[in-house]
Protein backbone atom coordinates (compact mmCIF):
# COMPACT_ATOMS: atom_id res chain seq x y z
CA UNK A 1 0.00 0.00 0.00
CA UNK A 2 1.26 3.29 -1.14
CA UNK A 3 0.15 5.99 1.62
CA UNK A 4 2.36 8.63 0.11
CA UNK A 5 2.86 11.01 -3.26
CA UNK A 6 6.17 10.74 -3.81
CA UNK A 7 8.07 14.19 -5.85
CA UNK A 8 10.13 12.40 -8.04
CA UNK A 9 14.21 13.18 -7.66
CA UNK A 10 17.28 13.09 -9.77
CA UNK A 11 20.94 13.22 -8.56
CA UNK A 12 22.41 16.20 -10.01
CA UNK A 13 25.45 14.70 -12.31
CA UNK A 14 27.49 17.57 -12.36
CA UNK A 15 28.96 19.85 -9.78
CA UNK A 16 27.86 17.94 -6.36
CA UNK A 17 28.45 19.43 -3.20
CA UNK A 18 31.20 17.52 -1.49
CA UNK A 19 34.03 18.98 1.49
CA UNK A 20 35.27 21.13 -0.50
CA UNK A 21 32.38 23.44 -1.79
CA UNK A 22 31.52 26.66 -0.37
CA UNK A 23 28.14 27.26 -0.29
CA UNK A 24 25.95 30.69 0.22
CA UNK A 25 22.80 30.60 1.37
CA UNK A 26 20.12 33.82 1.43
CA UNK A 27 16.54 33.83 1.79
CA UNK A 28 14.06 32.48 4.01
CA UNK A 29 14.20 31.01 7.69
CA UNK A 30 14.01 27.79 5.63
CA UNK A 31 17.33 28.66 4.00
CA UNK A 32 18.59 28.54 7.83
CA UNK A 33 17.09 25.45 8.19
CA UNK A 34 19.14 23.68 4.81
CA UNK A 35 21.97 25.62 6.28
CA UNK A 36 22.15 24.66 10.28
CA UNK A 37 22.19 20.96 8.63
CA UNK A 38 25.47 21.56 6.01
CA UNK A 39 26.72 23.63 9.44
CA UNK A 40 26.00 20.37 11.62
CA UNK A 41 27.75 18.28 8.91
CA UNK A 42 30.54 20.79 8.96
CA UNK A 43 30.43 21.79 5.03
CA UNK A 44 32.02 25.71 4.53
CA UNK A 45 28.76 27.52 4.01
CA UNK A 46 27.83 31.07 4.95
CA UNK A 47 23.88 31.85 5.93
CA UNK A 48 21.89 35.01 5.39
CA UNK A 49 24.86 37.86 6.33
CA UNK A 50 21.89 40.64 6.40
CA UNK A 51 19.73 38.11 8.56
CA UNK A 52 16.35 36.69 6.86
CA UNK A 53 15.00 38.29 3.90
CA UNK A 54 11.40 36.75 2.64
CA UNK A 55 11.36 38.14 -0.97
CA UNK A 56 13.53 38.46 -4.22
CA UNK A 57 13.90 42.39 -4.39
CA UNK A 58 15.35 42.02 -0.63
CA UNK A 59 18.34 39.46 -1.79
CA UNK A 60 18.61 41.22 -5.14
CA UNK A 61 19.38 44.35 -3.03
CA UNK A 62 21.85 42.87 -0.77
CA UNK A 63 23.74 41.11 -4.05
CA UNK A 64 23.73 44.10 -6.30
CA UNK A 65 25.20 46.73 -3.00
CA UNK A 66 27.61 43.91 -2.42
CA UNK A 67 29.06 43.49 -5.78
CA UNK A 68 28.98 47.48 -6.21
CA UNK A 69 30.65 47.86 -3.00
CA UNK A 70 28.47 50.13 -1.35
CA UNK A 71 29.43 51.67 2.07
CA UNK A 72 26.74 52.50 4.96
CA UNK A 73 26.06 55.98 5.45
CA UNK A 74 23.65 57.97 8.11
CA UNK A 75 21.37 58.30 5.58
CA UNK A 76 21.12 54.31 5.27
CA UNK A 77 19.70 53.80 8.58
CA UNK A 78 16.91 55.24 11.10
CA UNK A 79 16.78 54.89 15.40
CA UNK A 80 13.84 53.49 16.41
CA UNK A 81 12.33 51.76 19.64
CA UNK A 82 15.84 52.67 21.12
CA UNK A 83 17.47 50.82 18.25
CA UNK A 84 19.54 51.52 15.16
CA UNK A 85 17.80 49.58 12.13
CA UNK A 86 18.25 49.18 8.26
CA UNK A 87 15.39 48.79 5.90
CA UNK A 88 17.94 46.59 3.64
CA UNK A 89 18.48 44.19 6.54
CA UNK A 90 16.63 41.61 9.45
CA UNK A 91 16.65 43.06 12.87
CA UNK A 92 18.90 40.45 14.06
CA UNK A 93 21.60 43.10 13.26
CA UNK A 94 20.09 46.06 14.37
CA UNK A 95 22.01 47.66 17.40
CA UNK A 96 21.59 50.61 19.84
CA UNK A 97 24.76 51.47 18.22
CA UNK A 98 23.90 53.29 14.84
CA UNK A 99 28.24 53.21 14.15
CA UNK A 100 28.24 49.39 15.50
CA UNK A 101 25.34 49.04 13.10
CA UNK A 102 26.91 50.76 10.50
CA UNK A 103 30.51 48.62 10.70
CA UNK A 104 28.51 45.19 10.74
CA UNK A 105 26.67 46.15 7.61
CA UNK A 106 29.83 46.97 5.77
CA UNK A 107 31.49 44.12 6.98
CA UNK A 108 28.85 41.65 5.84
CA UNK A 109 28.70 43.46 2.61
CA UNK A 110 32.13 42.25 2.16
CA UNK A 111 31.62 39.25 3.65
CA UNK A 112 28.82 38.52 0.69
CA UNK A 113 31.05 39.37 -1.98
CA UNK A 114 33.36 37.45 -1.55
CA UNK A 115 31.53 34.34 -0.82
CA UNK A 116 29.85 35.45 -4.01
CA UNK A 117 32.99 35.29 -6.26
CA UNK A 118 33.81 31.95 -4.70
CA UNK A 119 30.50 29.84 -3.93
CA UNK A 120 30.37 26.89 -5.81
CA UNK A 121 26.81 26.54 -4.90
CA UNK A 122 24.79 29.18 -3.74
CA UNK A 123 21.07 28.58 -2.42
CA UNK A 124 18.13 30.90 -2.56
CA UNK A 125 15.05 30.38 -0.59
CA UNK A 126 12.15 32.38 -2.05
CA UNK A 127 9.26 32.90 1.19
CA UNK A 128 7.16 35.27 -0.39
CA UNK A 129 6.08 37.67 -3.87
CA UNK A 130 3.99 40.16 -0.92
CA UNK A 131 6.30 42.94 0.28
CA UNK A 132 6.05 46.39 2.04
CA UNK A 133 6.83 49.85 -0.17
CA UNK A 134 7.83 52.40 2.76
CA UNK A 135 5.44 55.60 1.34
CA UNK A 136 8.00 58.10 2.56
CA UNK A 137 10.81 56.86 -0.20
CA UNK A 138 8.52 54.98 -2.27
CA UNK A 139 11.00 52.07 -1.60
CA UNK A 140 10.43 48.64 -1.03
CA UNK A 141 12.51 47.29 2.35
CA UNK A 142 13.74 43.81 3.34
CA UNK A 143 12.14 44.47 7.25
CA UNK A 144 9.51 46.57 8.33
CA UNK A 145 11.13 46.53 11.98
CA UNK A 146 7.67 46.65 13.61
CA UNK A 147 7.10 50.32 12.30
CA UNK A 148 3.40 50.91 12.13
CA UNK A 149 2.05 49.26 8.87
CA UNK A 150 0.25 52.44 7.98
CA UNK A 151 3.83 53.94 7.09
CA UNK A 152 3.96 51.18 4.30
CA UNK A 153 1.92 50.06 0.80
CA UNK A 154 1.55 46.37 0.68
CA UNK A 155 2.10 45.22 -2.99
CA UNK A 156 2.21 41.66 -4.73
CA UNK A 157 4.77 41.04 -6.93
CA UNK A 158 3.83 39.92 -10.26
CA UNK A 159 4.79 36.56 -11.98
CA UNK A 160 7.00 38.94 -14.19
CA UNK A 161 8.56 41.25 -11.48
CA UNK A 162 9.63 38.49 -9.67
CA UNK A 163 11.21 36.56 -12.95
CA UNK A 164 12.91 40.00 -13.73
CA UNK A 165 14.38 40.55 -9.91
CA UNK A 166 15.54 36.51 -9.86
CA UNK A 167 17.06 36.88 -13.89
CA UNK A 168 18.79 40.05 -11.64
CA UNK A 169 20.20 38.50 -9.56
CA UNK A 170 21.81 35.40 -11.55
CA UNK A 171 23.35 38.25 -14.35
CA UNK A 172 24.89 39.64 -11.16
CA UNK A 173 26.20 36.61 -9.75
CA UNK A 174 27.46 35.38 -13.29
CA UNK A 175 29.66 38.53 -13.46
CA UNK A 176 32.20 37.65 -10.52
CA UNK A 177 31.19 33.84 -10.68
CA UNK A 178 30.36 31.83 -13.97
CA UNK A 179 31.06 28.58 -12.07
CA UNK A 180 28.44 28.40 -9.02
CA UNK A 181 25.52 26.47 -9.23
CA UNK A 182 22.60 28.94 -8.35
CA UNK A 183 19.81 26.25 -6.37
CA UNK A 184 16.45 28.15 -5.88
CA UNK A 185 13.81 26.74 -3.70
CA UNK A 186 10.29 28.14 -2.43
CA UNK A 187 10.10 27.57 1.16
CA UNK A 188 7.34 25.25 2.81
CA UNK A 189 7.20 28.22 5.95
CA UNK A 190 3.28 29.33 5.25
CA UNK A 191 2.86 33.09 5.11
CA UNK A 192 -0.61 33.15 6.94
CA UNK A 193 -0.72 36.44 8.07
CA UNK A 194 -0.83 37.32 4.37
CA UNK A 195 -4.25 35.27 4.42
CA UNK A 196 -4.80 31.57 3.22
CA UNK A 197 -5.51 32.85 -0.78
CA UNK A 198 -3.36 35.43 -0.46
CA UNK A 199 -0.20 32.87 0.53
CA UNK A 200 -1.54 30.59 -2.03
CA UNK A 201 -1.20 33.22 -4.77
CA UNK A 202 2.74 34.19 -3.47
CA UNK A 203 3.93 31.07 -3.54
CA UNK A 204 2.19 30.18 -7.12
CA UNK A 205 3.73 33.59 -8.42
CA UNK A 206 7.02 32.82 -7.06
CA UNK A 207 6.97 29.26 -8.53
CA UNK A 208 5.91 30.34 -11.38
CA UNK A 209 8.66 32.85 -12.10
CA UNK A 210 11.45 30.52 -10.85
CA UNK A 211 10.50 28.08 -13.62
CA UNK A 212 10.26 30.86 -16.12
CA UNK A 213 13.83 31.65 -15.38
CA UNK A 214 15.14 28.23 -14.66
CA UNK A 215 13.86 26.88 -18.02
CA UNK A 216 15.23 29.77 -20.06
CA UNK A 217 18.96 29.00 -18.92
CA UNK A 218 20.96 27.35 -21.17
CA UNK A 219 22.48 23.73 -19.92
CA UNK A 220 26.06 23.55 -18.76
CA UNK A 221 27.70 21.14 -16.93
CA UNK A 222 28.71 23.61 -14.09
CA UNK A 223 27.52 26.95 -13.69
CA UNK A 224 23.73 25.76 -14.01
CA UNK A 225 20.75 26.78 -12.61
CA UNK A 226 18.21 24.72 -10.45
CA UNK A 227 14.97 24.24 -9.06
CA UNK A 228 14.55 22.31 -5.96
CA UNK A 229 11.12 20.92 -4.83
CA UNK A 230 11.37 21.98 -0.95
CA UNK A 231 7.50 23.35 -0.96
CA UNK A 232 6.32 20.66 -3.68
CA UNK A 233 8.14 17.84 -0.65
CA UNK A 234 5.99 19.57 2.06
CA UNK A 235 2.57 20.13 0.55
CA UNK A 236 2.60 16.50 -1.14
CA UNK A 237 4.79 13.89 0.29
CA UNK A 238 4.12 15.45 3.97
CA UNK A 239 0.71 16.29 3.88
CA UNK A 240 -0.36 16.01 7.38
CA UNK A 241 -0.66 18.52 10.64
CA UNK A 242 2.03 16.51 12.47
CA UNK A 243 4.45 17.59 9.96
CA UNK A 244 4.10 21.19 11.13
CA UNK A 245 5.37 23.20 14.86
CA UNK A 246 2.92 24.04 17.09
CA UNK A 247 1.92 27.21 15.08
CA UNK A 248 1.21 24.90 12.29
CA UNK A 249 3.02 27.21 9.71
CA UNK A 250 6.55 26.06 10.15
CA UNK A 251 7.77 22.79 9.22
CA UNK A 252 8.59 20.32 11.85
CA UNK A 253 12.33 19.69 13.19
CA UNK A 254 11.29 15.90 11.70
CA UNK A 255 10.34 17.90 8.07
CA UNK A 256 12.78 19.95 8.07
CA UNK A 257 14.90 16.16 8.23
CA UNK A 258 13.22 14.70 5.70
CA UNK A 259 13.21 17.87 3.49
CA UNK A 260 17.35 17.62 4.14
CA UNK A 261 17.54 14.27 3.49
CA UNK A 262 15.69 14.82 -0.38
CA UNK A 263 18.21 17.78 -0.60
CA UNK A 264 21.12 15.35 0.41
CA UNK A 265 20.18 12.66 -1.94
CA UNK A 266 19.66 14.89 -4.97
CA UNK A 267 22.69 17.63 -4.49
CA UNK A 268 25.76 16.13 -2.06
CA UNK A 269 27.86 13.28 -3.65
CA UNK A 270 27.60 9.84 -2.17
CA UNK A 271 31.68 9.76 -1.57
CA UNK A 272 30.98 12.13 0.93
CA UNK A 273 27.97 10.22 2.98
CA UNK A 274 30.90 8.15 5.10
CA UNK A 275 32.49 11.38 6.10
CA UNK A 276 29.15 12.94 6.83
CA UNK A 277 28.29 9.89 8.93
CA UNK A 278 31.47 9.92 11.19
CA UNK A 279 30.79 13.83 11.26
CA UNK A 280 27.84 12.98 13.11
CA UNK A 281 29.02 10.74 15.73
CA UNK A 282 31.22 13.23 16.89
CA UNK A 283 28.79 15.44 16.84
CA UNK A 284 26.49 13.34 18.98
CA UNK A 285 29.54 12.67 21.07
CA UNK A 286 29.61 16.27 22.11
CA UNK A 287 26.14 15.79 23.58
CA UNK A 288 27.77 12.80 25.67
CA UNK A 289 27.12 13.65 29.88
CA UNK A 290 29.66 11.43 32.06
CA UNK A 291 28.66 10.73 35.56
CA UNK A 292 32.49 11.64 36.68
CA UNK A 293 34.62 13.79 34.04
CA UNK A 294 37.51 12.90 36.15
CA UNK A 295 37.12 8.95 35.69
CA UNK A 296 39.22 6.94 33.53
CA UNK A 297 36.29 6.05 31.40
CA UNK A 298 35.33 9.28 30.48
CA UNK A 299 39.75 10.51 29.91
CA UNK A 300 39.15 7.48 27.50
CA UNK A 301 36.05 8.31 26.23
CA UNK A 302 37.77 12.31 25.08
CA UNK A 303 41.01 10.51 24.01
CA UNK A 304 39.31 8.74 21.57
CA UNK A 305 37.01 11.32 20.31
CA UNK A 306 39.99 13.44 19.67
CA UNK A 307 41.73 10.68 17.63
CA UNK A 308 38.58 10.40 15.62
CA UNK A 309 38.38 14.30 15.12
CA UNK A 310 42.05 14.78 14.31
CA UNK A 311 42.19 11.73 11.77
CA UNK A 312 39.11 13.57 10.00
CA UNK A 313 40.79 16.40 9.98
CA UNK A 314 43.99 15.19 8.68
CA UNK A 315 41.90 15.13 5.74
CA UNK A 316 39.87 17.70 5.90
CA UNK A 317 41.49 20.67 8.07
CA UNK A 318 38.46 23.21 7.70
CA UNK A 319 36.39 20.80 10.21
CA UNK A 320 36.27 22.58 13.32
CA UNK A 321 34.87 21.08 16.44
CA UNK A 322 35.27 22.82 19.94
CA UNK A 323 36.21 20.45 22.64
Known amino acids: MNLQTKIPLKKQSNNLIDYNSNILLLGSC ?60 HSKLSNTSKEELLNKLDLQLQNTKIQLQTASHIVITLGTAWVYRFIENNSIVANCHKIPQKNFKKELLSVQ ?23 FTVSPVRHLKDGFIENTQSKSHLISAIHQVVNGQSVTKIGSINYFPSYEIMMDELRDYRFYNEDMIHPSDLAVKYIWESFKQVWVDENMYSVM ?46 I
Open 30 to 89: FSENIGDKLEYFKFKNLQNPFGILFHPKAIEVLITDALNNKIYTDNDVFFYNEQWHCFNA
Open 277 to 322: DKVDKIQKSFKHKPYNVNSESHKDFLKNLKLKIHILQSQYPHLLFN
Open 161 to 183: NVSESLQNIINQIRKVNKDSSII
